[in-house]
């Protein structure tokens, strides 16, 4: 049986990568580790995706409690300084800290990209992409996950998008300039903390201008409608399920799921398995039937158009049932088996990504 080919809205293989010493893998050698390289990508059709760059987490240091914070009197609560507002566990990251991060991580891509003799690809365009999905080049889109590398004034973006950044979360799970991430906490709500700061709707409109995807991924339900009311770009989730089946802050409500579908854009379903399966517990033994009911219930409620692949290789704890990219046929077969064939599943796998990209990027 033949499969649509993949195109994956989420990787950690870059941020996951040591690229110095024993723990270093190449993206050309297959492994037995991790979930991603190109022979493991090859094999399970796996044809491209957003390759994911963020700054460590690090704990807070002497996280001050929920419950001090909600003592402090509402002025302290509302606080438009970042710092103050302490939603989840993980300390802010130093700009250039995060900068050092990203053009390391980046300056490996590129590097890996020349290695690989024309069978990796980092692509800037959708023209660019549907080349490399017709000549089974693997394709790899920049993303960082937060924007903890942009000064407030944005000439790094306009200097990384020069590089071949293609899409932006606003946030990871720790507060920024620009917003608020969400935390791992479960059972749990995505609406904690205050919205976008100024800095961070700007960011929302320069990522307009220059044609960058915003991804809504980890921020919060209050950053979350920021951006839908000041983007004129299709609203993506890049990695993450329906909280209807799985209620942990990193999925999104019904309310969520139908602004992105209002704004004609998707959802990249997560795999993993502590966002798949009702009570949230990271277990490899979930199968593959958990993803497909997360896809029938975002098609359910948006239609086919709404739903797409994220699958969180390399940052997640995967299903043992799927294993690596390489088990991507047996998560195909799941879903043909649950009626999902022709045009549909031509969707799920990579046309819905096509679509939304070719309204959010500029043609170069
Ligand atoms: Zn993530």
Redesign the pocket.
């Known amino acids: 049986m033949t499969y649509p080919p993949v195109f994956d809205g989420?990787n950690?293989w870059l941020t996951a990568r040591e690229p110095t010493g024993p723990t270093g893998r190449s993206f050309l050698e297959r492994r037995a580790e991790g979930h991603l390289d190109l022979p493991r990508g090859r094999e399970g059709g796996f044809a491209g995706g957003l390759f994911?760059v963020?700054a460590p987490a690090r704990p807070m240091v002497n996280p001050p409690s929920r419950q001090s914070a909600r003592k402090r009197p509402p002025s302290a609560r509302k606080a438009s300084a970042p710092a103050d507002f302490v939603a989840t566990p993980f300390a802010p990251v130093d700009r250039r800290d995060a900068q050092d991060f990203v053009i390391q991580k980046m300056a490996d891509l590129f590097s890996q990209e020349v290695e690989s003799g024309g069978q990796l690809k980092v692509v800037r365009s959708v023209a660019e992409l549907k080349r490399c999905l017709r000549a089974k080049t693997l394709a790899a889109v920049i993303h960082f996950?937060g924007a903890e590398p942009i000064d407030p004034d944005l000439d790094a973006l306009v200097v990384f998008h020069r590089a071949g950044l293609r899409s932006l979360?606003i946030a990871?799970?720790r507060p920024n300039a620009f917003g608020h991430g969400v935390s791992f906490d479960f059972p749990g709500s995505p609406d904690c903390g205050p919205g976008l700061t100024d800095a961070g709707r700007a960011l929302v409109r320069a990522c307009n201008e220059l044609g960058i995807l915003i991804d809504v991924?980890?921020l919060n339900e209050k950053g979350f409608r920021d951006v839908a009311v000041t983007s004129d770009a299709p609203l993506v989730a890049?990695?993450s399920c329906a909280h209807a089946l799985c209620p942990a802050p990193?999925n999104l409500t019904d309310r969520q799921i139908d602004a992105i579908s209002a704004s004609g854009g998707l959802i990249g379903v997560?795999f993993h398995t502590g966002f798949l399966r009702e009570d949230g517990r990271p277990d490899p033994d979930t199968p593959l039937t958990a993803i497909v009911r997360q896809i029938d219930y975002i098609a359910g409620r948006i239609g086919i158009e709404g739903v797409a692949l994220g699958s969180?290789f390399d940052?997640?704890t995967m299903p043992n049932a799927l294993g690596d990219a390489a088990g991507l046929p047996r998560l195909m077969e799941a879903l043909r088996a649950a009626g999902y064939t022709g045009s549909a599943l031509r969707k799920i796998a990579h046309e819905n990504w096509l679509r939304v990209l070719g309204r959010t990027w500029k043609p170069s």
């Open positions: 989420h950690d994911a963020m996950e979360g990871w799970s991924s980890h890049t990695h990193r997560n969180d940052g997640a």
